[in-house]
T-cell receptor, first 112, second 115 residues
Framework: QKEVEQDPGPLSVPEGAIVSLNCTYS??????FMWYRQYSRKGPELLMY????GNKEDGRFTAQVDKSSKYISLFIRDSQPSDSATYLC????????????FGGGTRVLVKP | NAGVTQTPKFQVLKTGQSMTLQCAQD?????MYWYRQDPGMGLRLIYY???????DKGEVPNGYNVSRLNKREFSLRLESAAPSQTSVYFC??????????????FGSGTRLTVV
């Protein structure tokens, strides 16, 4: 079993809909949680960063962390075709070396 | 700023050939990483360097070596390429926690095919 699980999709939604993405993990020691967006043939880019549990909002993006359930989510409101990409969750235990463990990524398609 | 620069962008190797993937960052980051990305497997850490002068193995280090040449540069070497090393390779860098942005900055990747 992978340490971080993520549904590969694809997740297809109409423009303007809310996109809901999530990851589950098995290591209860994870404290730092991130979401990356990766366009085709590009490197991942950081979208959201959260430390420990709670919610964080940045524009149309909201990240939630529920450490008790070992579950993290990313919501994209008012989705646009430009949001079509693969979204990867990532997490780490400590700051030492900053080693991140990534989920496999969910491919999202936003149709005009 | 260029961020993280990887060279080459594409490469085809024959089995048994060697090559070095180059990575340089201009953000004064302390830590650097090499990942490979394969369909269905996500990003897997090959090697990382927490700071200049140190390197450590990641999840999948076999068949690879690395060199942290200085604070800016971190290279990945395949001594004897195998078809199983066909993948997209990403270099990344980050500050240490406590110095601001925790996230990684990734390069645009090197697409390697071993035939």
């Amino acid at each position: 079993q992978k340490e971080v699980e993520q549904d590969p999709g694809p997740l297809s939604v109409p423009e303007g809909a809310i996109v809901s993405l999530n990851c589950t993990y098995s290591n209860s020691a994870f404290q730092y949680f991130m979401w990356y967006r990766q366009y085709s043939r590009k490197g991942p880019e950081l979208l959201m960063y959260t430390y420990s549990s709670g919610n964080k909002e940045d524009g149309r993006f909201t990240a939630q962390v529920d450490k008790s359930s070992k579950y993290i989510s990313l919501f994209i409101r008012d989705s646009q075709p430009s949001d079509s990409a693969t979204y990867l969750c990532a997490m780490s235990v400590t700051a030492a070396g900053n080693k991140l463990t990534f989920g496999g990524g969910t491919r999202v398609l936003v149709k005009p | 700023n260029a961020g993280v620069t990887q060279t080459p962008k594409f490469q085809v190797l024959k089995t048994g050939q060697s090559m070095t993937l180059q990575c340089a960052q201009d953000m004064n980051h302390n830590s650097m990483y090499w990942y490979r990305q394969d369909p269905g497997m996500g990003l897997r850490l090959i090697y990382y360097s927490a700071s200049e002068g140190t390197t450590d193995k990641g999840e999948v280090p076999n068949g690879y070596n690395v060199s942290r040449l200085n604070k800016r540069e971190f290279s990945l070497r395949l001594e004897s390429a195998a078809p199983s090393q066909t993948s997209v390779y990403f270099c990344a860098s980050s500050l240490l926690v406590g110095q601001g942005d925790y996230g990684y900055t990734f390069g645009s990747g090197t697409r390697l095919t071993v035939v």
